[in-house]
Nanobody
Framework: VQLQASGGGLVQPGGSLRLSCAAS????????MGWYRQAPGKQRELVAFITSGGMLNYPDSVKGRFSISKNNAKKTVYLQMNSLKPEDTAVYYCKAVLGSAEFWGQGTLVTVSS
């Protein structure tokens, strides 16, 4: 399984970004998919999760601002991020889960700054 994340960049506080993570080498629809982030000096944390059946999970820190979705035909999972804050600055990673196996993509940097 290969995951390619994209869409990061520099955005002002209050702005929006949409991250994409394209999968290959797998039957995408059976995977649970997640977005995680890691800020400098901090542990990697869950940002959003979507199961193969479409159930969603968000931590309180992003609930109401971030939205995860997926397109099985395009084998892509998205993270729409709105009302961005400086504390959202981090490297964002996507992850695919199938049973006990986990696959990580390379990160994409999101910087929220004026």
């Amino acid at each position: 399984v290969q995951l390619q994340a994209s869409g990061g960049g520099l955005v002002q506080p209050g702005g929006s970004l949409r991250l994409s993570c394209a999968a290959s080498g797998t039957r995408f629809s059976v995977h649970h998919m997640g977005w995680y982030r890691q800020a400098p000096g901090k542990q990697r944390e869950l940002v959003a999760f979507i199961t193969s059946g479409g159930m969603l999970n968000y931590p309180d820190s992003v609930k109401g601002r971030f939205s995860i979705s997926k397109n099985n035909a395009k084998k892509t999972v998205y993270l729409q991020m709105n009302s961005l804050k400086p504390e959202d600055t981090a490297v964002y990673y996507c992850k695919a889960v199938l049973g006990s196996a986990e696959f990580w993509g390379q990160g994409t940097l999101v910087t929220v700054s004026s």
